[in-house]
Structure formats: structure tokens, C-alpha cells
């Protein structure tokens, strides 16, 4: 399986926008870049994907390297209810075994307000 | 939709004793997941179910450990006899398709003693 390698923990400021790194060198051209995050106490949670191209959604963006060797995913403006364990995952399109997610450590976002 | 539902959210049981998870997915999604959650190990793919057909039973940890999914709406992971070594966080999550974003459950604590 490709391996992802995130900072163990990150702090943030409340309100000021938040740069989660993954690096993935061994990513393959088929992989999709994943993140979950999982709050306190609660299962882990959908954040965002991507392929190739940037993408955004309601939660946070993703800024992907154009060698696709690293990515980063940005919460724009960070709240207290965005502490949590953030996971970057590679995984497979569709098919074959490419249904797991394969979770690392991630990294633990402190939110200060 | 209510997301998807797992019950008890905590279970203490005694060494030898048969404990049962049970999980309701969310309506229309093929696929389910059960993932074990420790400090030691992180978060693992216990099982996967396409259309209630156990597809990968691979991360089961032996015998003791078994799932089944009688219908669309309904898994069960069964530990029979637990162990202490089987505390941990379960984690039952459900995907449109195997493929797609999966939504976790808030998960069952299990306390073997």
C-alpha cells in the first residue's frame, strides 16, 4: 500500500486558516489523496478527495503538488469544533481491493481560541 | 437519514463472555464496514460486506471474531469468548458503494475485563 507521512500534531489560532500537510511519494497515477478527520469521541468523518486538481467543498480545500508527491488540506477559517485527528489517506478508483481505507497516526489539530 | 446507527455505544463485559455489536447502515448504501479502533494498532478494516456478502474477512483477528448481515439494514460483529485484549473502539461505517465516501457510526467501546 502507498504510504502517507503527516505531522503528528499541528496547533492553530482560532479564525485563521489552517495548512495540513501529507506527503505521499510512492503514490501511484491511479490513487485518489483522501482525507478524514475524526473528532473526539466519534467515528472518523468524510472531509475531501481529490485526484489531480485542486478541489474544494464545503469544508476545506485541497491544494494538491502538481507531482502529486504531496498534498495539503486547508481549513480556511479553523473553529474549536475543528479539533480533531486529521487522516490522510491514498486509495484506489473503483475496483478491485481499493474499498479500504487504510488509516496512519494522522495529524492532532489543536484549535486555541 | 439518522446516519449510520451502532449499538451499545459502551459494553463492559467479563473474560469469556459472548458480546455482540450491532449496526444499522445508512439506507441505500451496498456496502458496510467494520473497523476496530486501539491505541496500539489505530484504526483497522476488520470486514467488508458488498451487498451483505462478506467480500474481505481478512483482518479478522481468529475464530472468536464473526459478522454477519442478514439483510440490507442490519450487521452484527460477534466476539465469543472476548478477551481483554479485545477492548477497543468498533466502528461500523456504510458507503454507497464500496468506493465511494464512507459514513462511520459514533462507534461501541467495548471494556473486556
Known amino acids: 500500500d502507498a504510504k502517507t507521512t503527516q505531522p503528528n500534531s499541528m496547533e492553530s489560532n482560532e479564525e485563521e486558516p489552517v495548512h495540513l500537510p501529507c506527503n505521499h511519494s510512492?503514490?501511484?497515477?491511479?490513487?485518489?489523496i483522501h482525507w478524514y478527520r475524526q473528532l473526539p469521541s466519534q467515528g472518523p468523518e468524510y472531509v475531501i478527495h481529490?485526484?489531480?486538481s485542486n478541489v474544494n467543498n464545503r469544508m476545506a480545500s485541497l491544494a494538491i503538488a502538481e507531482d502529486r508527491k504531496s498534498s495539503t488540506l486547508i481549513l480556511h477559517r479553523a473553529t474549536l469544533r475543528d479539533a480533531a485527528v486529521y487522516y490522510c489517506i491514498l486509495r484506489g478508483g473503483s475496483g478491485g481491493s481499493n474499498y479500504k481505507l487504510t488509516f496512519g497516526k494522522g495529524t492532532l489539530l489543536t484549535v486555541n481560541p | 437519514d439518522a446516519g449510520v446507527i451502532q449499538s451499545p455505544r459502551h459494553e463492559v463485559t467479563e473474560m469469556g463472555q459472548e458480546v455482540t455489536l450491532r449496526c444499522k447502515p445508512i439506507s441505500g448504501h451496498n456496502s458496510l464496514f467494520w473497523y476496530r479502533q486501539t491505541m496500539m494498532r489505530g484504526l483497522e478494516l476488520l470486514i467488508y460486506f458488498n451487498n451483505n456478502v462478506p467480500i474481505d474477512d481478512s483482518g479478522m483477528p481468529e475464530d472468536r471474531f464473526s459478522a454477519k448481515m442478514p439483510n440490507a439494514s442490519f450487521s452484527t460483529l460477534k466476539i465469543q469468548p472476548s478477551e481483554p485484549r479485545d477492548s477497543a473502539v468498533y466502528f461500523c461505517?456504510?458507503?454507497?458503494?464500496?468506493?465511494?465516501?464512507?459514513?462511520f457510526g459514533q462507534g461501541t467501546r467495548l471494556t473486556v475485563v
Open positions: 510512492t503514490i501511484s497515477g491511479t490513487d485518489y
Open positions: 461505517a456504510s458507503s454507497f458503494t464500496g468506493y465511494t465516501e464512507a459514513f
Open positions: 481529490g485526484l489531480t
